[in-house]
């Protein structure tokens, strides 16, 4: 029996791959949270109704499609103001990049935040 680690869904694709710990490590945790809250949805569910296996290939998807909006919490109907969303997602995703080098730092994060 396959034991899953129920913070895998946080971590660092390097970290999970080979231990490598680093603070594009925490930026990626980050972007995960962060898409998470915009979305309602959490990273460890599997998405099959739109062939996707967790909530950044959901994400993705709808980015690289152009219907990111579909992203924001269903909850939000539409009481909420689409270029801070926009924006949000977009820092979620560059925060989720699979290659760590491509991972903004905090500070540019921190940044584009408050943008």
């Known amino acids: 029996m396959i034991r899953?680690?129920?913070?895998?869904?946080?971590m660092a694709p390097e970290y999970i791959t080979n231990g490598?710990?680093?603070?594009?490590?925490?930026i990626f945790s980050y972007g995960v949270i962060l898409l998470e809250i915009l979305s309602g949805?959490?990273?460890?569910s599997s998405y099959s109704d739109v062939e996707a296996e967790n909530l950044?290939?959901?994400a993705w998807g709808l980015w690289n499609e152009g219907n990111?909006?579909?992203?924001?919490?269903?909850a939000l109907e539409s009481d909420f103001s689409r270029d801070e969303v926009e924006r949000c997602i977009h820092i979620g995703l560059l925060c989720v990049q699979k290659d760590s080098a491509k991972r903004p730092d905090i500070a540019?994060?921190?940044?584009?935040l408050n943008a």
Do not use: T
């Open 4 to 10: 899953r680690n129920i913070f895998s869904g946080y």
């Open 20 to 26: 490598r710990y680093s603070a594009k490590a925490d």
């Open 41 to 44: 949805l959490r990273n460890d």
């Open 56 to 58: 950044l290939s959901y």
């Open 68 to 74: 990111h909006l579909k992203l924001a919490d269903s």
């Open 108 to 112: 540019s994060v921190l940044l584009m």
